[in-house]
């Protein structure tokens, strides 16, 4: 059974930080991509952050370089996004992925994401 349990997320307030988890079972790990999506409200899902397992090449949004960093403990079969400087925008839920593809595969195309976790809901103050 493939598993994806992101945890971590919260309110906090504008420049605060969060580091969110998603912790993966049911699949190999290294054969994958991870990446962090999110959602707001009336919005598109959207690629924040995603990594490679077997080489730890990283891709970023614009708008997350330079606060956010995605990262790989293979051991663990675990990916975190700790964000930094966190900005109302930032708001909504956030969710684990993971696809075939290298990391700026997955970011580009959401829809070859084949494994989705529940979701983490990050909330920044204004």
């Known amino acids: 059974e493939v598993q994806l349990v992101e945890s971590g997320g919260g309110l906090v307030q504008t420049g605060g930080s969060l580091r969110l988890s998603c912790l993966t079972s049911g699949f190999t790990f290294d054969d994958y991509a991870i990446g962090w999506f999110r959602q707001a409200p009336g919005k598109e899902r959207e690629a924040v952050s995603c990594?490679?397992?077997?080489?730890?090449?990283?891709i970023y949004k614009d708008s997350a370089k330079g606060r956010f960093t995605i990262s790989s403990d293979n051991a663990k079969n675990t990916v975190y996004l700790q964000m930094d400087s966190l900005k109302p925008e930032d708001t909504a839920d956030y969710y684990c992925?993971?696809?075939?593809?290298?990391?700026?595969?997955?970011?580009?195309?959401?829809?070859?994401?084949?494994?989705w976790g529940q979701g983490t809901a990050v909330n920044v103050a204004s």
């Open positions: 992925a993971a696809g075939p593809y290298a990391a700026w595969g997955l970011c580009k195309y959401v829809s070859t994401v084949d494994y």
């Open positions: 990594i490679t397992s077997a080489d730890n090449s990283t």
